[in-house]
Nanobody, 124 residues
Framework: QVQLVESGGGLVQAGGSLRLSCADS????????MGWFRQAPGKEREFVAT????????AYADSVKGRFTISRDNAKNTVYLQMNSLKPEDTAVYYC?????????????????WGQGTQVTVSS
């Protein structure tokens, strides 16, 4: 059973920063693409960022490009989401997602495993 354990959410003022972490239980973590998604109250889950197994390829939603950075440490089986210049509209539950293949994807349906979610709240 694959486990994804997220941490790092919290309450921050607009303009502030947070870093989310997601630890993956798979020994072959480095082979697989990972992603971050978010879901705000009353809205559908939306893509935030994705990264290939090596970390060499990344992609972002337009709404976070230039503010958020996805990265991974394959030695620690962990993927990160550094969030800077946070806005109130970034408030959501953030989910880590894992694939069983290496291709990055914007589609939630392409991901096979999901974390429990971590709340990020940005106050104005």
């Amino acid at each position: 059973q694959v486990q994804l354990v997220e941490s790092g959410g919290g309450l921050v003022q607009a303009g502030g920063s947070l870093r989310l972490s997601c630890a993956d239980s798979r020994r072959t973590f480095s082979r697989f693409a990972m992603g971050w998604f978010r879901q705000a109250p009353g809205k559908e889950r939306e893509f935030v960022a994705t990264i290939s197994g090596s970390g060499g390829t990344t992609a972002y939603a337009d709404s976070v490009k230039g503010r958020f950075t996805i990265s991974r440490d394959n030695a620690k089986n962990t993927v990160y989401l550094q969030m800077n210049s946070l806005k109130p509209e970034d408030t959501a539950v953030y989910y880590c997602a894992a694939k069983r293949t290496n291709g990055i994807s914007y589609q939630a349906s392409s991901y096979d495993y999901w974390g429990q979610g971590t709340q990020v709240t940005v106050s104005s």
